[in-house]
């Protein structure tokens, strides 16, 4: 039964926010289709046009945000969103449309239209196939491509993903896909959040019925899973067009998917090498629904036509291991790593031999320039060995903090797509059971039967043995090829990958040299895995006390002093949280190997001048410095105990002045606690802290958005932290920009106020957040007293008076009590605001909540 084309009901409509003068109905080659196009609204000449095709069950209603946004930008895109036939409000022809028919159907009602250039089509789904089927049959139009939860290719003897294995089953398909909703009801459930009840009800509307539905069945049944499926012949078409294809494009991702995987934005990305992609945490299939697409598409198109900044000038370039190939014959020692029984230590020579027999080996092992290798090997040996010889070959190294716990760890491994892991045991488990990598090598013993039940392709020994007997030539990667995805500590949301180049890598390098002396002559002991690693780099011996990395506060005096003496160390660099461990351990025994050290680093979270006083009397002998950095940009600023002492307290933690070779300035924050103003010195202007250095990150992976954002400005890093800076130069840290309060009063900054609440007697730390709606904002300080009774969280009346006083002039709405701050996962350091902003929230709304 023929059911010709329709406008959707007027209530469907609204409850997208749809105009209806958008909705109208086209009649090609005798068939009718249904369209939204916002042409008709548009007040200006369009810049373009955008092209949007939905996948299986979807319409066009998808694709509502996208069309209102092109109307309403200084830049207006003309935005056709179709319903394909079949589906949504257009005919039901009861015809079998396969893949190559969608791409012709398309090509005509574009032709009808008059459609001209240049065109920008958008696809979701199996829409994705089919919009790129018609952007290469009409590269006279195209100016760009955008994809979102798509798949261009599927390998023949390649299972399909569960959800469509299920489907398409010959006993299910009908069932599920016609005669029952079945098929729709799971495509509506994979939103995050879940859908509103009106949006969803407009996804059904035009599959009421069994008939209206038969069209989702087709889809399903037109999916080419086998080598022999009508619709194979063009789908390879497709897939093999899409590598020529040389115009923008833009991968739009939601990785919770379980249907389009990462292995298909893996399969898009290697088509698409130029592609911009940003990977949107916590969406899913439906990415359109779960997060602003249309905002991103709009922010892309507007990126392409600003004119790329100038090239920077560049330093000479020393490769990272370089001092490596030069020491090669040295037999003095390079490391030493300390794990009890299992201690040893590696010259020079040996580690500059296992590091060229590795980067053989690997090479010999087919990992070519630019794979990603993720590596989950504690810091020590191993770990220095493979990093360098990654470097050495070109492969990009991965690396992700085990503190993130195993969602963090998975979320972030995944994001970066890598082809090999190289780890220990039950780093290899959870890499083959969560499916982080295809390859994965151990840099370890395993139990019997282990390597053969994870499928581990070698160990690190057999792939230096195969690099031994090698001859190939190797030569050094480009100075400008990504060269390592580091992983922030997900201190402010999900940790996000940062990509370096060998030549940033080689700058971080050169700024710890030339600012800390760092050297041959400088031995090096620290608690933390950057500086172990660039321990070889700069030519210092370097020495990994006996301690869990991921837990900070293992590192005790005894063990740090057994360092110290290990290698003759002149430089120590521990963590806040690993040096308040020393100090609670120490017991006066490890004076005398202490004394030698002349310089002391403690970074990655704020330091008190009480610790680091306490810190200096174990190192009597030592210049106390606390670097000012982040993954983005290693070492920012810096400051003595000396100049503390001197600047005194102010409203947030001094981190001192910019090391040689650091620009920074300050966005000043607006009424709303947004950085909006334009970069400046001035003093005493509160805002977001920008930096611009050669050591600043490259970008940000897989996330385009993110890094827009972080360098809208030209030459300039937006770091997420606020601050500001006072006469002599010094930069203050008032906290992050994510948890700024915007109250009634006006615009606060959380760090001066909890130094001031920890300054109270009794109170160990504090943590200042916001509850309510922005811009009404209530200030709520929450105390993890020295003495916890728990009793009620809320503060008894003579400490909350006290901390009320102590932040005089600031309207305190209530004072909480916990027994313990929760803090980051790498430094156990920084506060958790935002987890403790939900709890008080939760709590001040008479719930019971834990933190």
């Not at 503390?644 to 070779?661: E, I, K, Q, Y």
Request: charged fraction near 20%.
């Amino acid at each position: 039964m023929v059911t010709a084309a329709s406008t959707p009901p007027a209530d469907v409509l609204a409850a997208g926010g749809i105009d209806p003068r958008w909705s109208r109905v086209v009649r090609v080659g005798g068939r009718s289709w249904h369209l939204l196009d916002n042409g008709p609204t548009l007040d200006a000449e369009p810049v373009g046009t955008l092209l949007c095709v939905h996948g299986n069950p979807t319409w066009s209603f998808l694709w509502r945000r996208l069309v209102a946004a092109g109307a309403r930008t200084e830049r207006p895109w003309r935005v056709i969103a179709v319903d394909q036939l079949e589906m949504g409000f257009s005919e039901r022809t009861g015809e079998q449309h396969r893949l190559a028919d969608r791409v012709a159907e398309l090509g005509a009602l574009t032709d009808e239209l008059s459609l001209a250039g240049p065109v920008v089509t958008v696809g979701h789904d199996w829409g994705g196939v089919v919009s790129l089927g018609w952007a290469l049959d009409h590269p006279d139009l195209l100016a760009g491509i955008v994809l979102t939860n798509t798949a261009v290719h599927q390998s023949a003897d390649e299972p399909l993903p569960t959800a469509l294995r299920v489907a398409t089953a010959p006993g299910v398909l009908p069932v599920g896909t016609v005669t029952t909703p079945a098929f729709l009801e799971a495509t509506l459930a994979l939103a995050h959040p879940r859908l509103d009840a009106a949006v969803a009800d407009a996804y059904r509307a035009p599959y009421r019925t069994a008939e209206r539905r038969a069209g989702i069945g087709g889809f399903v049944t037109d999916i080419p899973a086998g080598p022999d499926h009508p619709s194979r012949p063009e789908l390879d078409r497709i897939a093999e067009g899409v590598s020529r294809l040389d115009v923008p494009a833009l991968l739009l991702w939601g990785p919770r998917d379980p249907v389009f995987s990462a292995r298909y934005l893996r399969d898009l990305r290697t088509r698409l090498p130029h592609a911009d992609v940003h990977r949107f945490e916590g969406a899913g299939h439906l990415v359109v629904e779960d997060a602003d697409v249309a905002g991103a598409v709009l922010r892309w198109l507007d990126a392409r036509d600003t004119p790329a900044r100038a090239v920077e000038a560049h330093e000479p370039f020393r490769a990272l291991g370089a001092t490596l190939v030069e020491r090669a014959e040295d037999e003095g020692t390079a490391l030493i790593e300390l794990a009890g029984p299992r201690s040893r230590r590696v010259t020079w020579a040996a580690l500059a031999a296992r590091t060229e027999q590795l980067a053989r080996g690997l090479a010999a092992s087919g990992v070519r320039p630019g794979d990603r290798v993720a590596l989950l090997v504690p810091p020590g040996a191993d770990l220095t060995a493979v990093l360098y010889a990654c470097l050495r070959l070109g492969a990009v190294v991965v690396v992700a903090d085990a503190g993130l716990g195993v969602q963090g760890l998975t979320r972030a491994v995944r994001a970066a797509e890598p082809t090999v892991v190289i780890g220990i045991e039950r780093a290899l488990v959870a890499a083959r059971w969560l499916r982080w990598a295809p390859t994965l090598v151990s840099a370890g013993p395993l139990r019997a039967g282990v390597a053969t039940a994870l499928g581990v392709s070698a160990s690190l020994d057999e792939l230096a043995a195969l690099g031994r007997e090698s001859t190939d030539d190797l030569p050094w990667p480009d100075a400008d090829a990504d060269a390592a995805i580091l992983f922030t500590s997900g201190s402010t949301g999900p940790a996000k990958g940062v990509a370096y180049t060998h030549r940033r890598l080689a700058a971080m390098r050169d700024v710890v040299a030339r600012t800390y002396g760092v050297g041959p002559d400088s031995p090096l002991v620290a608690a933390f895995a950057p500086f172990v690693l660039l321990g070889p780099a700069l030519g210092a011996t370097s020495a990994s006390p006996d301690m869990d990395v991921t837990a900070p506060g293992t590192l005790t005096a005894r063990a740090l002093a057994v360092a110290v003496r290990a290698v003759d160390a002149s430089v120590v660099f521990a963590s806040p949280a690993a040096l308040r461990s020393v100090v609670r351990t120490a017991d006066g025994s490890e004076l005398a190997a202490l004394a030698g050290v002349r310089l002391f680093l403690s970074a990655g979270a704020p330091v008190g001048v009480p610790l680091l006083e306490a810190a200096a009397a174990l190192l009597p002998a030592a210049e106390v410095h606390t670097p000012y950095g982040m993954t983005e940009a290693l070492v920012v600023a810096d400051v003595t105990l000396d100049e503390l002492r001197t600047a005194g307290s102010g409203d947030g933690v001094c981190v001192g002045r910019p090391v040689p070779g650091v620009r920074v300035t300050v966005s000043a924050l607006d009424a709303d606690g947004e950085a909006t103003g334009a970069p400046e010195q001035a003093v005493g202007v509160t805002g977001e802290v920008l930096v611009s250095a050669a050591h600043v990150k490259e970008r940000y992976d897989g996330l385009w958005l993110t890094q827009q954002e972080s360098a809208r400005d030209a030459g300039w890093h937006r770091t997420g932290d606020v601050g500001h800076l006072d006469g002599d130069g010094r930069l203050w840290i008032e906290g992050r920009l994510a948890h700024v309060l915007v109250t009634a009063d006006g615009v606060r900054t959380p760090v001066g106020l909890e130094q001031r609440a920890q300054s109270v007697a009794g109170v160990v730390s504090a943590a200042v957040v916001g509850v309510g709606p922005r811009g009404a904002q209530q200030v709520v300080v929450v105390l993890q007293p020295e003495v916890y009774s728990h009793g009620p969280v809320v503060a008894e009346p003579d400490l909350a008076a006290a901390v009320r006083a102590a932040l005089a002039g600031t309207d305190v709405a209530a004072v909480l009590v916990v027994e313990h701050l929760p803090t980051d996962v790498r430094h156990n350091s920084k506060i958790d605001r935002s987890r403790v902003a939900a709890w008080a929230e939760r709590v001040l709304s008479g719930e019971r909540a834990r933190l």
